[in-house]
């Protein structure tokens, strides 16, 4: 067993962003997960994704409520959040981008995801936002939040997971091929249900990969977690793992091993101000 010191505090519970830390970058995750310091900057790509979810999450409370969100509403909305929670520790990373290249992705997802899915879902919603939460061998613990959870039109169970990247993934993937299977595994055992479907929705796509998912394979799925989750907790050694993915990270300015290209170094300089960009 590793030292006190190197095991995650304050208990040995693992999300899954926890574990592709561990994966991509074992510094980053040693500097986040373990040392407990905070990043210094935050994407922007990853601020569009947080209120893109949100504005998701409304759109479907506002229909499980009997309402019908027109796309001007949704849009409203959108602008509304992204607007009031806009912070200075948000980070344009590609040099001479701006904010509201991010704020249109947002808009176009949104329409995208009004016209090819939302006004033809028939579905119903077991849960938005969902915490789920499995305890695993050796003490391990899993914990994540599923995007949303309902049933399809004949009741077959189904966990989706939305996705703001620029490109598509597979089952292949990291993320895809652990995240959704085993957020699914969950939603079986919470929900009483003998299989689940899995999905990936690519929001910039308008695109969903559906995988079904039985116990058996979210047995398989959870110990592939464990084993994962129990090399991170044993590990005494944290290498950095310098890549295209250190212009993303908040620990940028002081690790001494980053590598951040010239065209991706938005996030070294502060930011300028505290106010959100003018939306138009
Ligand atoms: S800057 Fe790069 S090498 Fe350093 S912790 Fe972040 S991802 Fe790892």
Redesign the pocket.
Known sequence: MGTPAHRPTPVNVFSFSRLKAFS?????Y??RYIDGLSEAFRSIESYLGNIVHEVLEWMYARRDTGESPTLDAILDELARRWQASWSEEIAVIRVGNDPQDSYRSGREMLTTFYHRVFIHDRSTTVALEQRLHARLADGIAFTGFADRIGRTANGQLFVVDYKTSSREGDAGDFSEGLQAPLYAASAMDRHGDATCLAGYHYLRFGTTNWRPVTRQQGAGIRARFTELARQALLATEFP????V??A?????RT??????PGHLGGGLNPPPGGTAPALW
Request: hydrophobic share 35%; glycine share 8%.
């Open positions: 991509q970058c074992p510094l980053r040693k500097y950095a793992r310098p890549g993915l250190c993303w990270c908040g620990f940028n690790c001494p091993a980053a590598q951040v």
